[in-house]
């Protein structure tokens, strides 16, 4: 097992009851320190299978502050890294950002988004709804 995937695994047990989902980790040697980095986004779980087409609220700093803490007791007391020394970056994902997943698209229903489609061919439009497999775009604004 690779050092972020044992982080991910304790990251995933110490953000289980907080509503918060993981998304990314990685894990980079920085000289005689590895910095670990977690990207941490609001959970979709709680959302109706159908449920398409609610907004929901973005991660805010405070709810990355907590999950920061409670990442950093969880990795302090399980040492997926051994005893070596990290420094720990906890974020939410940025704008950017691609979207890659269901859970990732359905965090951004109401915001505008660009889609490549496959053949290959850009669409700028807001999201409206994203069901199990249907997506549904309204025309961009100017």
């Known amino acids: 097992m690779s050092a972020a995937d044992a982080v991910r695994e304790v990251a995933r047990a110490a953000l289980a009851d907080r509503g918060l989902d993981i998304v ?3 894990v980079t040697p920085a000289g005689r320190r590895r910095v670990v980095r977690i990207l941490v986004d609001r959970s979709v779980a709680g959302l109706s299978p159908t449920d398409h087409s609610s907004r ?3 991660i805010d700093l405070d ?3 907590e999950a920061t803490h409670a990442l950093s007791a ?3 007391a399980t040492e997926p890294l051994g005893e070596a020394p990290y420094v720990l970056e906890v974020s939410s994902p940025g704008v950017d950002r691609p979207l890659r997943t269901w859970a990732q698209l359905r965090r951004n229903v109401g ?8 053949a290959p061919q850009q669409v700028v439009g807001r999201l409206i709804a994203l069901g199990p497999d249907l997506l549904t775009l309204s025309q961009a604004d100017g």
Request: aromatic share 0%; charged share 20%.
């Open 111 to 118: 915001r505008l988004v660009t889609v490549t489609t496959p």
């Open 24 to 26: 990314d980790v990685t």
């Open 63 to 65: 709810e990355v502050t």
């Open 56 to 58: 929901m609220a973005p």
């Open 74 to 76: 969880a990795l302090d």
